[in-house]
């Protein structure tokens, strides 16, 4: 059944309305990466500027208004390179600053407002009859209905599809890194911007069906409703996750930077000694043993927001001799090594404190959720919390 079509430019006006005002809050917000927040916010307004598009165009405004219309429609080339500035700045924050050869990514926004916005200087009748492909028989209005039409359609496709590739690389990323750099997944594990993009391929493959699906009228129309529906839901998801969790809006921390894992000497005497070579088994072991000491003699791991950087400068080494003399002799990584240690001294507190909680001993011994004990406790003791309880 097709959905009444009545109510919709209301709806798209009232997302629109939303997302200006979400994207006021990023754009002036203090809390968080500044840099990320001006990404999303800048990404909110492309938003609205298609729902406001839609709103004219259903409300058959659009002859009257053709000059906003014209305003508006150099927006499609900016959806994949502002989705993946802010995945970039959420993944690596401050690494990479808008200055330089980082100009190159908006060239083609850029071309795209130099060919649409000469239009302005034209009556608003040729305007609408170009960008609704009716041109007339003038050689330069045929010309450039193609540019805003077909060749528009195949550039935009190619370019957001690799924008979008990128985004999710980066999260792969990401994600492959958290094991080997922190001993908690809680605050770093970036859901919210994966959920992000997870919308963002929706809007991108219901925009794709509405392009090039030959449909009847009936369905067509259900297509393009179905587009304009989840850019409100985006709009609206991204407030609802805003209020529940207002620190999705600021960046990873600092010690998340991808280049965590190159040698970065923290010691001049270390440095020296190290560079000219990569570790050597025989230092590897040593460091192992020192790390192991220390992690008897001073217990580091009771802190929950531990990190490899944190724990390389506390020994005053690089991070990744420490890395990799974890993973050539303990055989994990720094999040499993850390956690194994964890539930050993969670094993050590029933013995000890037998009348508290599990919960209570796994945050005492650095845990910081529930799930996250349950998870690492099952995997290093091979048996649930309370199965292993019942042996004491």
Not at 149 to 170: F, I, K, M, N, W
Not at 284 to 310: F, I, N, T, W
């Amino acid at each position: 059944m097709t959905p009444s079509f009545s109510l919709i430019p209301v709806l798209y006006l009232l997302g629109a309305a939303h997302g200006l005002f979400l994207a006021f809050v990023l754009l002036t917000r203090s809390p968080g990466s500044a840099r990320a927040n001006r990404y999303l916010g800048c990404y909110t307004l492309v938003f609205v500027a298609a729902l406001v598009d839609y709103f004219i165009e259903l409300t058959g405004l659009e002859r009257s208004l053709i000059g906003l219309r014209t305003l508006l429609w150099p927006k499609e080339f900016l959806y994949g390179v502002l989705v993946y500035f802010y995945t970039r700045e959420m993944t690596t924050p401050g690494r990479y600053v808008l200055r330089g050869r980082q100009w190159w990514h908006f060239a083609l926004p850029l071309l795209h407002v130099a060919v649409t916005w000469p239009l302005l200087l034209l009556p608003g009748d040729t305007q609408f009859a170009i960008l609704n492909d009716q041109p007339g028989p003038q050689f330069l209005q045929r010309a450039w209905a193609l540019l805003l039409g077909d060749a528009e359609l195949v550039v935009t496709v190619v370019q957001l599809t690799v924008y979008l590739g990128l985004s999710l690389r980066l999260i792969r990323r990401h994600q492959k890194r958290l094991p080997q750099t922190f001993s908690y997944r809680e605050k770093v594990n970036l859901s919210w911007l994966r959920n992000l993009l997870v919308g963002t391929f929706a809007v991108y493959f219901i925009w794709l069906a509405a392009e090039f699906l030959n449909l009847e009228e009936s369905l067509d129309a259900g297509l393009d409703f179905a587009l304009g529906l989840s850019m409100v839901l985006l709009i609206y998801s991204m407030s609802i996750l805003g209020l529940r969790q207002p620190r999705i809006f600021a960046a990873v921390p600092a010690d998340a930077r991808p280049d965590i894992g190159t040698v970065e000497s923290v010691s001049r005497d270390h440095e020296q000694k190290y560079r000219n070579s990569a570790l050597s088994a025989e230092m590897s072991g040593q460091l192992m043993r020192e790390v192991d000491a220390l992690m008897h003699r001073e217990k580091p791991y009771l802190d929950g927001s531990l990190s490899l950087p944190q724990l390389a400068a506390r020994m005053n080494i690089s991070s990744n001799y420490l890395s990799q003399a974890i993973n050539q002799h303990a055989g994990q990584n720094f999040f499993d090594y850390i956690n194994a240690h964890r539930v050993e001294e969670v094993k050590a507190l029933m013995r000890k404190q037998p009348d508290q909680t599990v919960l209570d001993l796994a945050l005492d011994a650095g845990f910081n959720s529930k799930s996250a004990f349950y998870t690492a406790f099952r995997r290093h003791a091979g048996k649930t919390p309370g199965q292993y309880r019942k042996t004491l």
